[in-house]
């Protein structure tokens, strides 16, 4: 079950942390040019909501490349669709530089794979949240 406690303002500096590190970033993924990055601006509820699934993954030393930012978003998609305490369901839409942005703007280590990236989570930590 999902309430969002993420508020808005977290999330835009979550963003701003994560243009730093990664200048090219976009709604759709790293170095993809089909909006610019003012797009994700108008996520912030996105990168709020996966800021909330990340807060529950441990960080460990070395990067898991098992998965990447777009199978991650899949899975914040699943828990968003997830009834809230009110029993309604939030749309479940959301975009791979969400992910991105809330991911590295929470200070995760990450690598790039294409538009996509890997990230130092703990496999036992996704485990869990599956």
Same mark, same amino acid.
């Given at each position: 079950?999902? *309430?969002?406690?993420?508020?808005?303002?977290?999330? $835009?500096?979550?963003? @701003? #942390?994560?243009? !730093?590190?990664?200048?090219?970033?976009?709604?759709?993924?790293?170095?993809?040019?089909?909006?610019?990055?003012?797009?994700?601006? *108008?996520?912030?509820?996105?990168?709020?909501?996966? $800021?909330?699934?990340l @807060? #529950?993954?441990? !960080?460990?030393?070395?990067?898991?490349?098992?998965?990447?930012?777009?199978?991650?978003?899949?899975?914040?998609?699943?828990?968003?669709?997830?009834?809230?305490?009110?029993?309604?369901?939030?749309?479940?839409?959301?975009?791979?530089?969400?992910?991105?942005?809330a991911?590295?703007?929470?200070?995760?280590?990450?690598?790039q794979?294409?538009?996509?990236?890997?990230?130092?989570?703990?496999?036992?930590?996704?485990?869990?949240?599956?």
């Open positions: 079950m999902m *309430d969002q406690i993420t508020p808005k303002e977290e999330a $835009a500096d979550l963003l @701003k #942390r994560a243009k !730093q590190q990664i200048p090219n970033l976009t709604l759709s993924g790293i170095g993809i040019r089909y909006e610019g990055q003012e797009a994700l601006e *108008d996520r912030l509820d996105e990168i709020a909501t996966c $800021a909330e699934w @807060k #529950r993954i441990n !960080q460990i030393e070395t990067i898991n490349k098992r998965h990447t930012s777009y199978g991650y978003k899949h899975s914040v998609e699943r828990w968003r669709r997830s009834p809230t305490s009110t029993g309604e369901s939030t749309p479940s839409y959301v975009a791979n530089g969400s992910f991105i942005a991911a590295v703007g929470l200070g995760f280590k990450f690598m794979f294409g538009p996509n990236a890997c990230f130092n989570f703990s496999e036992r930590a996704l485990k869990q949240l599956r």
